[in-house]
């Protein structure tokens, strides 16, 4: 059952304008949200996380944005850079929980 | 960088066969996880760690089996590989709640 779900597959950008990916959960005991790149042939590595006491957390061009009771997440990048050209995974933990449940992934792409 | 590594990086073996990869890691850390990656499936848990020889099942552990003798490696074994089991697997250690999880660099394994 996929409890962490991100629907769109992929996602094409220009470069210096903004990225949204999407992020929807089933699983209302989620309360840690996570976002993690991955480029090819490396292992996935943590971007930016929020906590579901919070509604938004910044780190430089990256924004990652929650809506508890749409149970929705969105990560913004602002400006996009072809090097943000990677897989982005969504995660979610449980409090005191060890199976922490990753969306399909968007591969996005962000052309000069 | 967190000091994990996965060895082999690749690997193509015969249906039945057992295989083994190896996750070590120098930092000293309880948890460790195998996870899986596959395409629309995004990473999968197969087993985790949180001790020597403390092990328990994730959402993907048919056909899979662990061992921890020392803090610093983590086993996967496929007692009898089949083709099912084709797939990127990674490793990861817990590094707090807010961080998540630092990955291997993955094993590509092919099943023929």
């Known amino acids: 059952d996929q409890q962490v779900k991100q629907n769109s597959p992929s996602l094409s950008v220009q470069e210096g304008r903004i990225s949204i990916l999407n992020c929807d959960y089933t699983?209302?005991?989620?309360?840690?949200f996570l976002w993690y790149k991955k480029y090819p042939a490396e292992g996935p590595t943590f971007l930016i996380s929020?906590?579901?006491?919070?509604d938004k957390n910044e780190d430089g061009r990256f924004t990652v944005f929650l809506n508890k009771s749409a149970k929705h997440l969105s990560l913004h990048i602002v400006p996009s850079q072809p090097g943000d050209s990677a897989v982005y995974f969504c995660?979610?933990?449980?409090?005191?929980?060890?199976?922490?449940?990753f969306g399909a992934g968007t591969r996005l792409t962000v052309k000069p | 960088d967190a000091g994990i590594t996965q060895s082999p990086r690749h690997k193509v073996t015969e249906t039945g066969t057992p295989v083994t990869l190896r996750c070590h890691q120098t930092?000293?850390?309880?948890?460790m996880y195998w996870y899986r990656q596959d395409p629309g499936h995004g990473l999968r848990l197969i087993h985790y760690?949180?001790?020597?020889?403390?092990?328990d099942k994730g959402e993907v552990s048919d056909g899979y089996s662990v061992s921890r003798s020392k803090t610093e490696d983590f086993l996967l074994t496929l007692e009898s590989a089949t083709s099912s089991q084709t797939s990127v697997y990674f490793c990861?250690?817990?590094?707090?709640?807010?961080?998540?999880?630092?990955f291997g660099s993955g094993t590509r394994l092919t099943v023929v």
């Open positions: 760690s949180y001790g020597v020889k403390d092990t």
């Open positions: 995660a979610a933990s449980r409090p005191n929980n060890n199976d922490m449940r």
């Open positions: 990861a250690i817990s590094v707090g709640q807010t961080y998540g999880y630092t």
């Open positions: 699983n209302s005991m989620f309360d840690y």
């Open positions: 929020i906590s579901s006491i919070k």
């Open positions: 930092e000293n850390h309880r948890y």
